[in-house]
């Protein structure tokens, strides 16, 4: 059983930034895909980025790109979610996720497979 805890969420003025993190345990974090999503009051799960386990395979939400990056760190089973020029529509909890076949293009809810419980981000303007 993988079990994921994100932190580093908080309050932040429009244009500033936040670093998410993503600690996993159990399973082989290595192996994994990763994805981080989110959730606005009264919208729908969202995907938002997602790494695979080789170098470039990193993939983008449009309204994200050029603003978030994506990382991790095998040894320490973390990943990570820089979110940089931040917006008062980034407002949302944010989710990690696990795609245990390694399927880093997988980009709705239903194909990840363990979630944390999220963090929340709220953006000022």
């Known amino acids: 059983q993988v079990q994921l805890v994100e932190s580093g969420g908080g309050l932040v003025q429009a244009g500033g930034s936040l670093r998410l993190s993503c600690a996993a345990s159990g399973g082989t974090f290595s192996t994994y895909a990763m994805g981080w999503f989110r959730q606005a009051p009264g919208k729908d799960r969202e995907f938002v980025a997602a790494i695979g386990w080789g170098a470039g395979t990193t993939r983008f939400a449009d309204s994200v790109k050029g603003r978030f990056t994506i990382s991790r760190d095998n040894p320490k089973n973390t990943v990570y979610l820089q979110m940089n020029s931040l917006k008062p529509e980034d407002t949302a909890v944010y989710y990690c996720?696990?795609?245990?076949?390694?399927?880093?293009?997988?980009?709705?809810?239903?194909?990840?497979?363990?979630w944390g419980r999220g963090t929340q981000v709220t953006v000022s303007s």
């Open positions: 996720a696990v795609q245990s076949t390694g399927r880093w293009r997988a980009t709705g809810v239903t194909q990840y497979d363990y």
